[in-house]
């Protein structure tokens, strides 16, 4: 088994986890805080997280009448999405939700 990889994330990065959770456009999406009280941002989709999760952007989708198919969660992200900017886990850099790059 790989050994698992301990990064550390950039400051800029905790703080726009701590922005979205805390943001109305998700509430009712899960989100757990790890032991030191940082959002366990990655959440494997086939978990018990993961399936509570898919069912809160399922209702997303429904709601904004986008059908549930291939690329339909990069969809509604981008539509709910406060800023339109995300924030690298690594640089700190901010970069824009659509990938125009």
Not at 31 to 49: C, D, H, P, Q, Y
């Amino acid at each position: 088994m790989a050994k698992k990889e301990n990064r550390t994330w950039h400051k800029n990065f905790t703080a726009y986890t701590k922005f979205i959770t805390a943001h109305p456009n998700y509430k009712g999406l899960f989100f757990e805080l790890s032991k030191n009280g940082e959002v366990k941002w990655v959440v494997t989709g086939k978990s018990e997280n993961g399936k509570k999760r898919r069912v809160w952007w399922d209702k997303q989708c429904k709601r904004y009448n986008i059908e549930i198919k291939p690329g339909c969660y990069a969809k509604i992200a981008v539509l709910l999405h406060p800023t339109k900017i995300h924030v690298c886990q690594i640089c700190g850099k901010p970069l824009s939700v659509a990938y125009i790059y």
